[in-house]
Structures are given as structure tokens and as C-alpha cells.
């Protein structure tokens, strides 16, 4: 049976107290919300041990991991360490990663199986820009990110895999994808996961959505069988907001 997650991305946010005070508030008010609801934050890499000792009902995510597992790599930071630091998940692909930092589909492969190896949940993201969404490519757009980032896993490997469905379009704009929309490509993201790994491994996995995402629009968007959930990035910054969120289901 899939789990219901609703993920804070709080991508280059908050400095170090901002980021204890707003794990401390999202932690506090996690007890609001239904047992059955995944809660995780991902704050930024220096915030990941202070914020580890706030948390118990909230689990604790990273933005991102390197493509290598250790070495001469400046600035970078290993699944290993995330996972030594007590880090749960990690969010890998993200289309700010994809387009600011040149990651391709073949990086993002291995960062997923490097992920895997450190015991960490992937929050895969996968999702199209508006000019492919116009010109009716963005199934194909997906579906590739999907075959190329994920489909290279065993069965085992990609039980351990989350996807956020993140339209590029959507995200940080304020114009979410309607809850038709995101339904329609939720469907379709599960039907490519029947097709690799069987209709049982399709109806465990988690499939989120994130852009623009907020309290007013989540509950419509969580109502659609496809839809477990969100991946929030700037509503994530409010423990008011992104609880309020957890709790449209
Ligand atoms: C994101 O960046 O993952 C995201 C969903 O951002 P926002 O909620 O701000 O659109």
C-alpha cells in the first residue's frame, strides 16, 4: 500500500536559526495531522544535524547528493554522509538542478543508485517545461526522464523510490497544474511503472506533485487516486502553510 507523503523543499532558504525555528514549529504542529500522512522537510545541507536532533513524527530529507561516491570532488556532499547524518530521503533531479546545474538524466541515474546504496529514499522529480506542455511532448518528456533516471533499478531498488510530478511551469510561479492535469500524467507516470515492474510495484509507489502548491489548492489536487501527495517548495517555508497542506487529504 503506498504512503501519503507531503515534502517541504526548502531549497537555498533560512539560515541556520530560521531553519531550527521553522523545523521546531513543523515539528510541534506535525502532531495535528493524520498518522497516516509522511511529513519530511529537506532543508539545506548545513542545516541537517541541528535540524536531525528536533525531529521524531517529521522525517528528515536532503535537496540533493553527489553523483560520486567519494573523493576529489569540491563542494560536494555523498549519500554516504547524508545517510551518517541521519538524513532519510533525498530529492534528486530536481528541474532546478536539471536546468541551473546541467544534470542530465544519465547524473541524476546515478545519484538515485548512490542514494539507494546509502539506504536513503530517492524523491525522484521528473516533469516538463511549458514549451514541451504546448507542443504535446510532455508525456514523452517524462516518460524519458523516467526510463533514463529510474528504470535501470531492480524491483527491490525501486520499491525504495518516491516521484514528484513537478511541471516546470508550475513551479515557484503560482499557477499550479489543475487537479485534471496533474491526475492525467500521475496516471501516466503509474501506467510506465506497470509496464516495468508490474501493476503491484505501480500501486506501491508514491507519486507526488509539486508547483505550486499551497493549503487552498492541495486538498483538490490530493483528492485525484493518482495523486499521494505533494513536494512543496515555497509553502514549505510556514509551518502554518505546509501543515496546513498535510492536513487536505
Ligand atoms: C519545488 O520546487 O519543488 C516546488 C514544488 O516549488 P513551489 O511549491 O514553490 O512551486
Redesign the pocket.
Do not use: D, Q, R, V
Given at each position: 500500500m503506498r504512503k501519503k507523503i507531503v515534502a517541504g523543499?526548502w531549497?537555498m532558504n533560512k539560515n541556520l536559526q530560521e531553519g531550527i525555528t521553522l523545523a521546531q514549529e513543523v515539528e510541534k504542529m506535525a502532531s495535528g495531522v493524520s498518522g497516516e500522512v509522511e511529513l519530511i522537510i529537506a532543508p539545506p545541507f548545513i542545516h541537517l544535524t541541528e535540524v536531525k536532533k528536533l525531529l521524531g513524527r517529521v522525517k528528515l530529507g536532503a535537496q540533493n547528493c553527489a553523483s560520486e561516491a567519494s573523493g576529489a570532488f569540491t563542494g560536494e556532499v555523498s549519500a554516504a554522509m547524508l545517510a551518517s547524518a541521519g538524513v532519510q530521503y533525498v530529492?534528486i533531479g530536481?528541474?532546478?538542478r536539471r536546468s541551473y546545474y546541467g544534470e542530465t538524466n544519465s547524473i541524476i541515474n546515478k545519484k538515485v543508485r548512490l542514494a539507494l546504496e546509502n539506504n536513503l529514499h530517492p524523491i525522484f522529480?521528473c516533469g516538463e517545461v511549458l514549451s514541451e506542455r504546448e507542443k504535446g511532448a510532455h508525456f514523452d518528456v517524462v516518460r524519458k526522464q523516467v526510463e533514463e533516471g529510474l528504470f535501470t533499478l531492480s524491483s527491490e531498488e525501486f520499491s525504495k523510490v518516491i516521484i514528484?510530478y513537478?511541471p516546470v511551469w508550475?513551479?515557484?510561479?503560482?499557477v499550479?497544474a489543475t487537479p485534471a492535469q496533474a491526475q492525467e500524467m500521475h496516471q501516466y507516470i503509474r501506467s510506465l511503472i506497470a509496464g516495468k515492474y508490474g501493476e503491484t510495484a505501480a500501486n506501491n509507489t508514491s507519486i507526488l506533485y509539486?508547483?505550486?502548491?499551497?493549503p487552498s489548492n492541495a486538498g483538490e489536487l490530493f483528492a485525484n487516486p493518482d495523486v499521494d501527495g505533494?513536494?512543496?517548495?515555497?509553502?514549505?517555508l510556514k509551518a502554518d502553510d505546509f501543515i496546513g497542506i498535510a492536513k487536505a487529504f
Open positions: 523543499n531549497k530529492i530536481h528541474s532546478e522529480c514528484a513537478e508550475a513551479i515557484g510561479t503560482g499550479n509539486g508547483g505550486s502548491c499551497k505533494g513536494l512543496i517548495g515555497g509553502a514549505s
